[in-house]
T-cell receptor, first 112, second 112 residues
Framework: EAQVTQNPRYLITVTGKKLTVTCSQN?????MSWYRQDPGLGLRQIYYSMNVEVTDKGDVPEGYKVSRKEKRNFPLILESPSPNQTSLYFC???????????FGQGTRLTVV | QQPVQSPQAVILREGEDAVINCSSSKALYSVHWYRQKHGEAPVFLMILLKGGEQKGHEKISASFNEKKQQSSLYLTASQLSYSGTYFCGTEPSGGGADGLTFGKGTHLIIQP
């Protein structure tokens, strides 16, 4: 089944403890991106990647890192999480830039 | 800067029509539309590109006014399944690949 898989789905962590949210797609898509969703603010793009080893900042990149070493994987790294990074995170992939995006099921992160 | 969506929320009876608007302060290359049901990931509806090209589902219609930097999504003869939050995402024109910036969403409730 074609899909974008995020793990974990739910995570509660403490301030400052490094964490990684994984994202994997099995559709051989070139383009991948990360969003955070907060009540009343909609979806805001954190980082995106046009292809392997090519990443760029979105609208809210502060406090996040990404890497794209393989085409299928695009992990989101929070080196020192803070409570303001408590949010619902979505990973998405597209065949090419500016084509239909397929979203993962989301990761609900709580930083205390 | 996020595009502005209107209305913020709308309640309709089944069978009624709805129009959701998306307006940007920047010149646009493309507008993307997604629908998200409560507790689920966003799902692709349509992409409208500068120059008139559209990619999307047959039962959804939309317009893109490049001069006014606006797009509208038309939902005709609404069904209960149309309920959800609709997001527009905009890509500025000017060459190169930039990420998408989404609006805050329009909540649509369809009542029987």
């Amino acid at each position: 089944e074609a899909q974008v898989t995020q793990n974990p789905r739910y995570l509660i962590t403490v301030t400052g403890k490094k964490l990684t949210v994984t994202c994997s797609q099995n559709m051989n898509h070139e383009y991948m991106s990360w969003y955070r969703q907060d009540p009343g603010l909609g979806l805001r793009q954190i980082y995106y990647s046009m292809n392997v080893e090519v990443t760029d900042k979105g609208d809210v990149p502060e406090g996040y890192k990404v890497s794209r070493k393989e085409k299928r994987n695009f992990p989101l790294i929070l080196e020192s999480p803070s409570p303001n990074q408590t949010s619902l995170y979505f990973c998405a992939s597209s065949p090419l830039y500016n084509t239909e995006a397929f979203f993962g099921q989301g990761t609900r992160l709580t930083v205390v | 800067q996020q595009p502005v969506q209107s209305p913020q929320a709308v309640i309709l009876r089944e069978g009624e029509d709805a129009v959701i608007n998306c307006s940007s302060s920047k010149a646009l290359y493309s507008v993307h539309w997604y629908r998200q049901k409560h507790g689920e990931a966003p799902v692709f509806l349509m992409i409208l590109l500068k120059g008139g090209e559209q990619k999307g589902h047959e039962k959804i219609s939309a317009s893109f006014n490049e001069k006014k930097q606006q797009s509208s999504l038309y939902l005709t003869a609404s069904q209960l399944s149309y309920s959800g939050t609709y997001f527009c995402g905009t890509e500025p024109s000017g060459g190169g690949a930039d990420g998408l910036t989404f609006g805050k969403g329009t909540h649509l409730i369809i009542q029987p």
